[in-house]
């Protein structure tokens, strides 16, 4: 591959301009167009019947809830849904394509003309969605397994996807990953697919190409495959810019092609090119008349789409008046947002509920690597963890070792303060008891702070707790050692 | 629209057939004159036609997101050409930069 | 009904395939049998607590229909031994009638042919002249009902291969409105015009084998949910206040005048009857051979692509990998009119020709549908015509792809329209049987078959002679 990383040209003189094809597979437990199991990690070809397989004479006849997870995807991305859209064949040859074709929709399509926020603040910016459209999927091809043979895998054959299409709105590699951060992030907050990039239920195709910067026309682009990662996304992105920046700064044309991302190499190459490979022979599949969206199903599944991250995220930080990236770590998905709002709205405090969950919660979450959804402390119980800190019930130090306890056993705070001893004692006599104790054991710290040295308020105080085994209330033992010593 | 052996050789590269030279010259030969009965079809004014809605004007009926899965009277190896562990086998691509073809 | 038992039927239907040599020694109509399967299904329906409607039909089954027990290979070496794991779903509500299948009957490949003459296991031979083609596709079905070996078989029509074969061979030959029959194991040939169509002794055979097999089938989404009639009360149905249409453009002066003079009587016969009958138009019939001829191979080229060497049937390799695999299958495993077939499908639907060919031909297929609306909105019921311009031609008599393609043009109309039509035999020429043609509405086979119930009534014997 010779001449793909010759010294790097003045990449400044030039300006990236990216468009991104993405493809998620649905979260049905059907396959689009017949009843075998849609879900992963079967024995090979054990999902399969006449119609994936392609037997001759099969039909395919399309799940409902393929189109209505594809409706949601549409809404929440600010589409237009087509009342009429249509089926077409994408004809090629491919051992993982069963029928020789691809059920996908062509030039009437789901859905058209959505958009797409990311980045915050002053980064904040708008990209268009060109379309959304139902296909299937292919099968896998797996080329290591057996020497000299390719193995045929068809599981995966005929699993619903939809295809999001973006404009070339995007300017840079950071703009595309935030734009997969954020189309990621609101397809799991409408729940239609796992989004796992690494899984292969989210994948990325991008269409790079580099113009002079001021210069308003589109520079000739390539299609970048092969990216399994965001970060994959990036370096790619930035390897194909940099790449064609070199070819335009020799004078010559960068040719419309596809490139191949190698994430070992941190290169892209062309794939070969097959002067046949393009020409998909496109027509209306004929098996499956349109596709009826009526507008009562169209405003159903508008109505049924949860609170988007956006709008949750103002939501957040207006009602509860926290700042932008402390409502961007409570909205990252939509069971940590519900978890925060249950907790705070019972606890009353927002920025103490805030504080324990981006603290606490999610530093336990991750050691142990559980999901906000199976865990442990409910947001009710955290929030009444927070009321016996506030009530002076529990010390600040003693609710982290409370709360520790209540992610391991699931117990109530009241419970685990308790039986731990952890319950702050505020009972005068019991407080006074132990400041005069102090104080008599320690006379001669004792005279000093009464001669005026104040800083031995500290020491004293220090002494009391440890007498207290950590129960007593700190702020009342500063006060009585003052009052006993003082006199 | 004259077809040329060019032509059939593309088109039967994209159809995966091979066709013998001799065939070819033949094919073209074919394919021009039934085309050529076609050509008819130009002087129809077609501008004011609705294709999308045909015949019975059936919408596309969906089915419930659930299984069974369609039972299968035979097994797979009973069929296929060549199976190993469960998998279809084929003779291996002629390199990696194949499986580009399938977006 | 008949009164015979399944097993006294399908033991006749055996002993008339040996008497008439049905197989590829005589009129190589059927491809595959086994006499003691069906004879053991036919015992397990007469053992039936309640007697099943078709107890005493046995059916030929084209060899393009899946079915459990005998092969389906589509008369093409590409398929050659493969048995299918599932059945077609007319195949299944034939069995739950109490029908067994005796036979699995020739074909041109893929039913791709007029003639029968296309099929990998040799051409079938028409019962009426040997010397002659039974018609195609669905030839051998149409041999095998001609023959005696079964009152009922099931063809397959994408452009008029069930009722030229009928007309050829002087049986009655239904296929359905657009949807009306489950399309659900009929290996595709051109999915937007392919039906299941049924060939009868008489238009009471027929309307008993369609009544059984049409109806909406989840399995195939372009089946229509609409009620199925009783088709069988038509017989007792009237022609008083129908009106019938004789297309103008059916019965051009170059037709045979022998055939016009058929059809004339068979139109006297219905006028008889009480029916009123008029001239009409369908402007844009001459066009429907070439619109058919770009779709149905631009269909048919898709449809065949998954006859790929991978997962089942033919797999011809060599030591070139992948690629030479699909076009060693392929090339040997398709017969020249396939070929032929699929080149042009893939021409006309490559980048550059889209437009002019796919894209025309559905616009001028859209005139020709509502040619048909605005007739029967004009008040015509049924619209009558020849099934074919001449009687069966002698095999071999065809070499030229696009001549051979003409023998569709007064049937492939009806697919392209997606109406219901029917051939039923109106007379014979030299000998050889002639077949009139019955069209209407898009679903309304109920009166299609009235008016053949009532054109075979009042021709009788005539209709063989």
Redesign the interface.
């Given at each position: 591959m010779t001449g793909l990383r010759d010294a790097p040209a003045d990449i400044t003189a030039y300006e990236m301009v990216v468009g991104l094809e993405v493809h998620v597979q649905l979260r049905?437990?059907?396959k689009a167009f017949?009843?075998?199991?849609a879900t992963y990690g079967a024995?090979?070809?054990?999902?399969?019947?006449?119609?994936c397989?392609a037997l001759p004479g099969a039909l395919p006849?399309?799940?409902?809830?393929?189109?209505h997870l594809a409706m949601r995807a549409a809404h929440a991305l600010g589409c237009t849904l087509n009342p009429?859209s249509?089926f077409a064949r994408k004809n090629?040859?491919?051992?993982?394509?069963p029928k020789g074709y691809q059920i996908s929709q062509y030039d009437?399509p789901l859905a058209l003309a959505g958009h797409l926020e990311i980045g915050d603040g002053d980064a904040a910016r708008t990209v268009g969605i060109t379309r959304v459209h139902m296909e299937e999927d292919?099968g896998k091809?797996?080329?290591d397994?057996?020497p000299?043979?390719?193995?045929?895998?068809?599981n995966r054959a005929g699993v619903p996807l939809i295809e999001i299409v973006s404009e070339p709105d995007m300017r840079s590699s950071a703009d595309a990953v935030a734009y997969l951060t954020a189309l990621k992030q609101i397809l799991e907050y409408i729940d239609v697919s796992d989004v796992n990039m690494e899984e292969g239920s989210l994948r990325v195709?991008a269409n790079v190409s580099a113009r002079r910067v001021g210069a308003a026309a589109l520079g000739t682009k390539t299609e970048v495959?092969?990216m399994n990662s965001f970060s994959g996304v990036q370096r790619a992105l930035e390897a194909e810019f940099e790449r064609q920046c070199g070819v335009l700064e020799r004078g010559e044309r960068v040719h419309q092609q596809?490139m191949?991302w190698d994430g070992a190499r941190n290169e892209v190459r062309p794939?070969?090119s097959?002067?046949?490979?393009h020409?998909y022979?496109y027509f209306p599949e004929p098996d499956?008349?349109?596709?009826?969206l009526d507008s009562q199903w169209i405003d159903e599944v508008r109505r049924e789409l949860p609170e988007l991250p956006r709008a949750r995220r103002a939501r957040l930080a207006g009602e509860y008046g926290l700042a932008g990236a402390d409502v961007g770590v409570l909205t990252a998905t939509t069971a940590l947002a519900d978890y925060f709002e249950a907790a705070a709205k019972a606890h009353g405090d927002a920025k103490a509920a805030a504080n324990w969950v981006m603290g606490e919660v999610l530093a336990t979450l991750n050691t142990s690597n559980e999901s906000i959804e199976s865990f442990r402390v409910a947001p009710a119980s955290l929030a009444r963890l927070l009321d016996l800190v506030r009530d002076g019930v529990v010390s600040h130090s003693a609710a982290k070792r409370v709360f520790a306890l209540m992610a391991e056993t699931g117990d109530a705070p009241d419970r685990v303060a308790e039986r731990e001893g952890l319950v702050q004692v505020r009972d005068a006599d019991e407080l006074t008891r132990w400041v005069d104790e102090v104080l008599a054991e320690h006379p001669a710290e004792a005279g000093r702070f009464r001669a005026g040295e104040k800083k031995l308020l500290g020491v004293l105080v220090g002494l009391v707790m440890k007498k207290s085994k950590g129960r007593a209330d700190p702020r009342r033992v500063n006060q009585l050692v003052s009052e006993r010593a003082g006199g | 629209?004259a077809?040329t052996r060019d032509?059939?050789a593309?088109?039967?590269?994209?159809?995966?057939?091979?066709?013998s030279d001799d065939r070819m010259t033949e094919?073209a030969e074919?394919?021009n004159?039934?085309?050529g009965?076609?050509e008819?079809?130009?002087q129809?004014d077609?501008r004011h036609?609705?294709?999308?809605a045909?015949?019975?004007n059936?919408?596309?009926?969906?089915?419930?997101?659930?299984?069974?899965?369609?039972?299968?009277?035979?097994?797979?190896d009973?069929?296929?050409?060549?199976m190993?562990?469960?998998?279809?086998?084929?003779?291996?691509?002629?390199?990696?930069?194949?499986?580009?073809?399938?977006? | 009904m008949t009164g015979l038992t399944a097993v006294d039927a399908v033991t006749a239907s055996f002993a008339r395939m040996e008497a008439v040599r049905a197989g590829a020694d005589g009129l190589n109509c059927v491809l595959w049998s086994d006499r003691e399967r069906s004879l053991a299904e036919a015992r397990a329906v007469d053992a039936r607590a309640e007697r099943a409607p078709l107890a005493g039909y046995p059916v030929a089954v084209k060899d393009n229909i899946a079915t459990?027990d005998l092969p389906t290979t589509c008369a093409s070496r590409i398929l050659e031994g493969?048995?299918?794991?599932?059945e077609a779903t007319v195949v299944s509500r034939l069995r739950a009638a109490g029908s067994v299948v005796l036979c699995k009957t020739n074909c041109d490949e893929f039913a791709m042919g007029s003639s029968n003459e296309n099929s990998a296991y040799g051409p079938v031979r028409n019962p009426i002249d040997t010397r002659r083609v039974p018609g195609g596709s669905s030839g051998g079905s149409a041999a095998a009902v001609a023959a005696g070996i079964a009152r009922i078989a099931l063809g397959s029509e994408t452009g008029g291969s069930v009722r030229q074969p009928a007309a050829f061979c002087g049986v009655v030959g239904v296929k359905p409105?657009?949807?009306r029959v489950s399309r659900f194991g009929l290996v595709a040939f051109a999915s937007?015009l392919d039906q299941v169509g049924v060939l009868g002794r008489t238009v009471d055979d027929a309307a008993l084998g369609m009544e059984v097999i049409a109806g909406r089938d989840?399995?195939d989404?372009?089946s229509?949910?609409r009620p199925v009639p009783g088709y069988r009360d038509g017989a007792a149905r009237s022609m008083r206040g129908v009106t019938i249409g004789r297309p103008v453009e059916y019965f051009p002066t170059s037709l045979d005048p022998r055939v016009t003079a058929l059809c004339d009587r068979a139109l006297d016969a219905l006028r008889a009857q009480g029916a009123q009958v008029r001239d009409i138009s369908l402007p844009?019939t001459?066009?429907a051979?070439?619109?058919y001829?770009?779709i149905a191979p631009a269909e048919a080229?898709s449809n065949l692509?998954r006859f790929?060497?991978?997962?089942?049937?033919?797999?011809v390799?060599g030591d070139d990998?992948?690629?030479?695999?699909?076009?060693?299958t392929?090339?040997r495993g398709?017969g020249p009119e396939v070929?032929?077939r699929?080149?042009?499908g893939?021409?006309v639907l490559?980048a550059g020709?889209y437009d002019?060919?796919y894209?025309?031909?559905?616009?001028?297929?859209?005139?020709i549908?509502d040619d048909f609306r605005r007739a029967f909105a004009s008040g015509v019921d049924v619209i009558f015509t020849p099934t074919t311009p001449t009687p069966a031609f002698e095999l071999g008599a065809t070499s030229?792809?696009?001549e051979m393609?003409l023998n569709d043009i007064f049937t492939c109309t009806g697919n392209l329209?997606?109406v219901p039509a029917m051939s039923i035999p109106v007379g014979r020429v030299d000998g050889l049987p002639i077949g009139g043609q019955l069209i209407t509405r898009?679903?309304d086979e109920s009166g299609m078959f009235a008016a053949a119930y009532a054109l075979e009534r009042a021709l009788g014997e005539e209709a063989h002679r």
């Amino acid at each position: 591959m010779t001449g793909l990383r010759d010294a790097p040209a003045d990449i400044t003189a030039y300006e990236m301009v990216v468009g991104l094809e993405v493809h998620v597979q649905l979260r049905t437990h059907t396959k689009a167009f017949c009843s075998c199991d849609a879900t992963y990690g079967a024995p090979p070809n054990v999902n399969t019947c006449p119609v994936c397989l392609a037997l001759p004479g099969a039909l395919p006849a399309l799940n409902r809830e393929a189109v209505h997870l594809a409706m949601r995807a549409a809404h929440a991305l600010g589409c237009t849904l087509n009342p009429v859209s249509v089926f077409a064949r994408k004809n090629y040859f491919y051992p993982d394509l069963p029928k020789g074709y691809q059920i996908s929709q062509y030039d009437r399509p789901l859905a058209l003309a959505g958009h797409l926020e990311i980045g915050d603040g002053d980064a904040a910016r708008t990209v268009g969605i060109t379309r959304v459209h139902m296909e299937e999927d292919a099968g896998k091809s797996i080329h290591d397994r057996y020497p000299g043979a390719t193995a045929i895998d068809l599981n995966r054959a005929g699993v619903p996807l939809i295809e999001i299409v973006s404009e070339p709105d995007m300017r840079s590699s950071a703009d595309a990953v935030a734009y997969l951060t954020a189309l990621k992030q609101i397809l799991e907050y409408i729940d239609v697919s796992d989004v796992n990039m690494e899984e292969g239920s989210l994948r990325v195709d991008a269409n790079v190409s580099a113009r002079r910067v001021g210069a308003a026309a589109l520079g000739t682009k390539t299609e970048v495959k092969n990216m399994n990662s965001f970060s994959g996304v990036q370096r790619a992105l930035e390897a194909e810019f940099e790449r064609q920046c070199g070819v335009l700064e020799r004078g010559e044309r960068v040719h419309q092609q596809t490139m191949l991302w190698d994430g070992a190499r941190n290169e892209v190459r062309p794939a070969r090119s097959k002067e046949a490979s393009h020409d998909y022979r496109y027509f209306p599949e004929p098996d499956l008349p349109p596709l009826v969206l009526d507008s009562q199903w169209i405003d159903e599944v508008r109505r049924e789409l949860p609170e988007l991250p956006r709008a949750r995220r103002a939501r957040l930080a207006g009602e509860y008046g926290l700042a932008g990236a402390d409502v961007g770590v409570l909205t990252a998905t939509t069971a940590l947002a519900d978890y925060f709002e249950a907790a705070a709205k019972a606890h009353g405090d927002a920025k103490a509920a805030a504080n324990w969950v981006m603290g606490e919660v999610l530093a336990t979450l991750n050691t142990s690597n559980e999901s906000i959804e199976s865990f442990r402390v409910a947001p009710a119980s955290l929030a009444r963890l927070l009321d016996l800190v506030r009530d002076g019930v529990v010390s600040h130090s003693a609710a982290k070792r409370v709360f520790a306890l209540m992610a391991e056993t699931g117990d109530a705070p009241d419970r685990v303060a308790e039986r731990e001893g952890l319950v702050q004692v505020r009972d005068a006599d019991e407080l006074t008891r132990w400041v005069d104790e102090v104080l008599a054991e320690h006379p001669a710290e004792a005279g000093r702070f009464r001669a005026g040295e104040k800083k031995l308020l500290g020491v004293l105080v220090g002494l009391v707790m440890k007498k207290s085994k950590g129960r007593a209330d700190p702020r009342r033992v500063n006060q009585l050692v003052s009052e006993r010593a003082g006199g | 629209m004259a077809v040329t052996r060019d032509d059939v050789a593309h088109i039967a590269g994209l159809a995966r057939l091979a066709i013998s030279d001799d065939r070819m010259t033949e094919l073209a030969e074919q394919l021009n004159a039934i085309l050529g009965h076609m050509e008819v079809l130009q002087q129809v004014d077609t501008r004011h036609v609705e294709t999308t809605a045909q015949e019975g004007n059936e919408a596309l009926p969906l089915r419930p997101d659930a299984g069974p899965r369609f039972a299968m009277h035979r097994r797979l190896d009973e069929m296929a050409p060549e199976m190993r562990d469960g998998f279809f086998l084929v003779p291996r691509l002629a390199t990696h930069e194949d499986t580009s073809d399938a977006s | 009904m008949t009164g015979l038992t399944a097993v006294d039927a399908v033991t006749a239907s055996f002993a008339r395939m040996e008497a008439v040599r049905a197989g590829a020694d005589g009129l190589n109509c059927v491809l595959w049998s086994d006499r003691e399967r069906s004879l053991a299904e036919a015992r397990a329906v007469d053992a039936r607590a309640e007697r099943a409607p078709l107890a005493g039909y046995p059916v030929a089954v084209k060899d393009n229909i899946a079915t459990l027990d005998l092969p389906t290979t589509c008369a093409s070496r590409i398929l050659e031994g493969y048995v299918s794991p599932y059945e077609a779903t007319v195949v299944s509500r034939l069995r739950a009638a109490g029908s067994v299948v005796l036979c699995k009957t020739n074909c041109d490949e893929f039913a791709m042919g007029s003639s029968n003459e296309n099929s990998a296991y040799g051409p079938v031979r028409n019962p009426i002249d040997t010397r002659r083609v039974p018609g195609g596709s669905s030839g051998g079905s149409a041999a095998a009902v001609a023959a005696g070996i079964a009152r009922i078989a099931l063809g397959s029509e994408t452009g008029g291969s069930v009722r030229q074969p009928a007309a050829f061979c002087g049986v009655v030959g239904v296929k359905p409105t657009y949807g009306r029959v489950s399309r659900f194991g009929l290996v595709a040939f051109a999915s937007s015009l392919d039906q299941v169509g049924v060939l009868g002794r008489t238009v009471d055979d027929a309307a008993l084998g369609m009544e059984v097999i049409a109806g909406r089938d989840p399995y195939d989404s372009t089946s229509a949910d609409r009620p199925v009639p009783g088709y069988r009360d038509g017989a007792a149905r009237s022609m008083r206040g129908v009106t019938i249409g004789r297309p103008v453009e059916y019965f051009p002066t170059s037709l045979d005048p022998r055939v016009t003079a058929l059809c004339d009587r068979a139109l006297d016969a219905l006028r008889a009857q009480g029916a009123q009958v008029r001239d009409i138009s369908l402007p844009h019939t001459d066009l429907a051979i070439p619109v058919y001829y770009i779709i149905a191979p631009a269909e048919a080229s898709s449809n065949l692509a998954r006859f790929d060497g991978v997962r089942y049937g033919l797999r011809v390799t060599g030591d070139d990998g992948l690629r030479a695999m699909y076009e060693r299958t392929r090339s040997r495993g398709f017969g020249p009119e396939v070929t032929r077939r699929v080149l042009l499908g893939t021409y006309v639907l490559s980048a550059g020709y889209y437009d002019a060919y796919y894209k025309k031909a559905q616009e001028v297929r859209a005139c020709i549908t509502d040619d048909f609306r605005r007739a029967f909105a004009s008040g015509v019921d049924v619209i009558f015509t020849p099934t074919t311009p001449t009687p069966a031609f002698e095999l071999g008599a065809t070499s030229d792809p696009y001549e051979m393609y003409l023998n569709d043009i007064f049937t492939c109309t009806g697919n392209l329209a997606g109406v219901p039509a029917m051939s039923i035999p109106v007379g014979r020429v030299d000998g050889l049987p002639i077949g009139g043609q019955l069209i209407t509405r898009h679903f309304d086979e109920s009166g299609m078959f009235a008016a053949a119930y009532a054109l075979e009534r009042a021709l009788g014997e005539e209709a063989h002679r």
